[in-house]
């Protein structure tokens, strides 16, 4: 990862990433009410950034609070953007896939996700943008790409040659994204030499595992399956 460099799971589709510049990341903003966070990551406050890949409530309930208590700069969809800065918050800078921008010492791009994206704001469901992905990109350290919430798509073979990412944080808990079924030859199309999954066992009915996804890879050779705990970092 580079000297200073990590990735912590905060559970479900919740990351921490800190450069080894000491930029502090969080993707996705389900922290304070999110079952399977450690309780003390919960008073987690020292953000510098916040992506955000989509409006559903396991990925932006925490948004505004967030927002709030850490004051991050944001990047997201423009739609949701829009949204989130109807509630309040400051330091939006909206964008769409393909595009980049720069924090510190990070660049990130926005890519593809396949997934649904409705906000739910007091009982309606409000458009807010399509789901994405993101890679970042640090001066020093490697490549991550972060897939979100996504099903498989042949395009990620794409994002693959394009940002040559190094780890990729993929979903597996099936049902609501891809299973270690669809996220295995996900990562024959990425490429990437490790893989840290996500969104998997917060609740029942998502059953897949990282063992599954290990077992489904074993003919990948040199691929690192990283099967994290919430709380536990690479």
């Known amino acids: 990862m580079g000297k200073g460099a990590s990735i912590t ?10 450069t080894a510049a ?25 953000v510098d950034l916040m992506l955000i890949t989509h409006g559903h409530f396991d990925h932006i309930q925490d948004a505004v609070a967030m927002a709030e208590r850490a004051t991050p700069t944001v990047f997201c969809v423009h739609e949701m953007a829009s949204w989130l800065e109807s509630k309040g918050v400051g330091k939006v800078q909206g964008m769409n896939k393909g595009g980049t921008q720069i ?28 789901a994405t992905g993101y890679v970042i990109t640090p001066e020093t350290g490697p490549v991550i790409y ?3 919430d996504t099903n498989l798509f042949g395009d990620m073979r794409l994002i693959g040659e394009l940002y040559r990412p190094e780890i990729a944080i993929l979903p597996i808990g099936d049902h609501y994204t891809m299973s270690p079924r669809e996220a295995a030859v ?18 029942p009915i998502l059953t897949g595992t990282p063992a599954k996804l290990r077992e489904l890879t ?17």
């Open 9 to 18: 799971w905060l559970g479900h589709g919740t990351w921490y990433v800190e």
């Open 22 to 46: 000491g930029t502090k990341i969080l993707l996705d903003a389900w922290v304070m009410n999110n079952p399977a966070c450690p309780d003390d990551l919960k008073k987690l406050s020292d």
């Open 103 to 130: 924090f510190s010492d990070v660049s990130v791009t926005m890519v593809y996700a396949d997934h649904s994206a409705g906000v739910d704001d007091d009982g309606a469901v409000l458009y807010g943008g399509e």
């Open 146 to 148: 972060h897939a979100g």
């Open 186 to 203: 996900a990562c024959r199309l990425i490429g990437a030499k490790t893989v840290i999954p996500g969104h998997w066992g917060t609740f």
């Open 218 to 234: 074993s003919d990948q050779e040199g691929l690192e399956v990283v099967g994290l705990e919430p709380g536990q970092s690479y």
